[in-house]
């Protein structure tokens, strides 16, 4: 009977010692804190200014590469993020979206402006010389190439679709993609603003 007292306090003490226990939060999207360096760029914005990754300090930050006159794949995930953000509702506004050019000969931070801002006013164009690109894509691992224009000099460009999710302090948080789609995104964003 000794023994039986025993295990009920330990069954007792196991359960109550679980209530104080914060449980890690779970992912619907790739968890890579520790696995990439922190928001580290200068760039240039679609208002013409300079600015480096300090500029969006305390904002949930989301980075993500492709070009304006891509013809499918950036415009879904930068559809997909606008209606993550809408199914946060007010909390999108601890949110930047920054959309990073690859094609700088082509977008003009006038195109950027008028591309980005189509998506919501949580979304900002980036882009910077030849060298400054390289600098960023490398640091995150990001492929660009350009394809051979057309005879009407149109070209396309190949480039990484990954979006990269920056917490407040700059630190690599999650990295997500347009196929998970708009609910696991708005999950884990709810997740990442509500921890601070």
Same mark, same amino acid.
């Given at each position: 009977?000794?023994?039986?007292?025993?295990?009920?306090?330990?069954?007792?003490?196991?359960?109550?010692?679980?209530?104080?226990?914060? %449980? @890690?939060?779970?992912?619907?999207?790739?968890?890579? #804190? +520790?696995?990439? $360096?922190?928001? /580290?760029?200068?760039?240039?914005?679609?208002?013409?200014?300079?600015?480096?990754?300090?500029?969006?300090?305390?904002?949930?930050?989301?980075?993500?590469?492709?070009?304006?006159?891509?013809?499918?794949?950036?415009?879904?995930?930068?559809?997909?993020?606008?209606?993550?953000?809408?199914?946060?509702?007010?909390?999108?506004?601890?949110?930047?979206?920054?959309?990073?050019?690859?094609?700088?000969?082509?977008?003009?931070?006038?195109?950027?402006?008028?591309?980005? %801002? @189509?998506?919501?006013?949580?979304?900002?164009?980036? #882009? +910077?010389?030849? $060298?400054?690109? /390289?600098?960023?894509?490398?640091?995150?691992?990001?492929?660009?190439?350009?394809?051979?224009?057309?005879?009407?000099?149109?070209?396309?460009?190949?480039?990484?679709?990954?979006?990269?999710?920056?917490?407040?302090?700059?630190?690599?948080?999650?990295?997500?993609?347009?196929?998970?789609?708009?609910?696991?995104?708005?999950?884990?964003?709810?997740?990442?603003?509500?921890?601070?």
């Amino acid at each position: 009977m000794k023994w039986f007292y025993v295990a009920l306090l330990f069954v007792v003490a196991s359960v109550l010692s679980g209530c104080n226990a914060k %449980s @890690a939060p779970v992912w619907d999207t790739e968890n890579v #804190t +520790g696995g990439l $360096p922190p928001i /580290q760029f200068t760039l240039t914005d679609d208002e013409g200014h300079v600015v480096d990754a300090s500029h969006y300090a305390g904002k949930i930050t989301l980075l993500y590469f492709g070009y304006t006159h891509c013809p499918d794949v950036c415009p879904t995930t930068l559809a997909t993020i606008h209606e993550a953000l809408h199914k946060i509702g007010k909390q999108a506004d601890d949110v930047r979206v920054l959309f990073v050019s690859v094609d700088p000969k082509r977008d003009t931070a006038r195109a950027l402006k008028s591309y980005a %801002s @189509a998506f919501g006013p949580h979304f900002i164009g980036l #882009t +910077g010389t030849q $060298p400054q690109l /390289q600098a960023v894509t490398k640091r995150y691992h990001v492929t660009y190439s350009y394809y051979a224009p057309d005879s009407n000099g149109d070209y396309e460009v190949q480039h990484s679709s990954a979006i990269f999710v920056f917490g407040r302090h700059g630190n690599a948080r999650l990295l997500m993609e347009y196929q998970k789609g708009a609910t696991a995104m708005a999950h884990d964003l709810g997740q990442l603003i509500s921890q601070g």
